[in-house]
T-cell receptor, first 113, second 112 residues
Framework: EPEVTQTPSHQVTQMGQEVILRCVPI?????FYWYRQILGQKVEFLVS????????KSEIFDDQFSVERPDGSNFTLKIRSTKLEDSAMYFC???????????FGDGTRLSIL | KNEVEQSPQNLTAQEGEFITINCSYS?????LHWLQQHPGGGIVSLFM???GKKKHGRLIATINIQEKHSSLHITASHPRDSAVYIC??????????????FGKGTHLIIQP
């Protein structure tokens, strides 16, 4: 069964550095999402992406964050000037249509030191 | 303000027991998802519902739109069902690829 893949599985970065989290959604899916889960807390929506542009973003997704689909397969989340509170598990998800199940990747654990 | 509430927060049961996890939401939705998160962190989609009932193997999910309530049932529970079960909703916000709003999850442990 096709799956969403995320790399790296774990990223350790110094505070203030930039990080790029990568995702390869399922190939025929059109809708892409980033979520984050701070340790011990619930999953939170960051951003959705469709037709090469952001569809919706949450209050968390401020100017520090950006997303890109640089080619036909990858979907990236960039965090500029990371802060300690950015430490979390980041999940990528994709779906074929809006009212279809979202398929999640295994997540990238981001640790900011 | 929590738009999605789950109960119980924690549930420990014996193998073979019938399990029910509840989800209530306070806003209009277009769909409700039940997800499973294993200790390693990965999230698996179990069901997406907008009405009625769905069944997959030993899992059954129901939704009552009028009462803004959904339940996830596990029949003949097994230790491998131990995981966090998460309810998430897609809000009725007029369209677009809206993200999901998540509950805090129910931590289920099935003891042999």
């Amino acid at each position: 069964e096709p799956e969403v893949t995320q790399t790296p599985s774990h990223q350790v970065t110094q505070m203030g550095q930039e990080v790029i989290l990568r995702c390869v959604p399922i190939s025929n899916h059109l809708y892409f999402y980033w979520y984050r889960q701070i340790l011990g807390q619930k999953v939170e929506f960051l951003v959705s992406f469709y037709n090469n542009e952001i569809s919706e973003k949450s209050e968390i997704f401020d100017d520090q964050f950006s997303v890109e689909r640089p080619d036909g397969s990858n979907f990236t989340l960039k965090i500029r000037s990371t802060k300690l509170e950015d430490s979390a598990m980041y999940f990528c998800a994709s779906s074929s249509r809006v009212l279809q199940p979202q398929h999640f990747g295994d997540g990238t654990r981001l640790s900011i030191l | 303000k929590n738009e999605v509430e789950q109960s119980p927060q924690n549930l420990t049961a014996q193998e073979g027991e019938f399990i029910t996890i509840n989800c209530s939401y306070s806003v209009g939705i277009s769909a409700l998802h039940w997800l499973q998160q294993h200790p390693g962190g990965g999230i698996v989609s179990l069901f997406m519902l907008s009405s009625g009932k769905k069944k997959h193997g030993r899992l059954i999910a129901t939704i009552n739109i009028q009462e803004k309530h959904s339940s996830l049932h596990i029949t003949a529970s097994h230790p491998r069902d131990s995981a966090v079960y998460i309810c998430a909703v897609r809000l009725l916000s007029g369209g677009g690829a809206d993200g999901l709003t998540f509950g805090k999850g129910t931590h289920l442990i099935i003891q042999p």
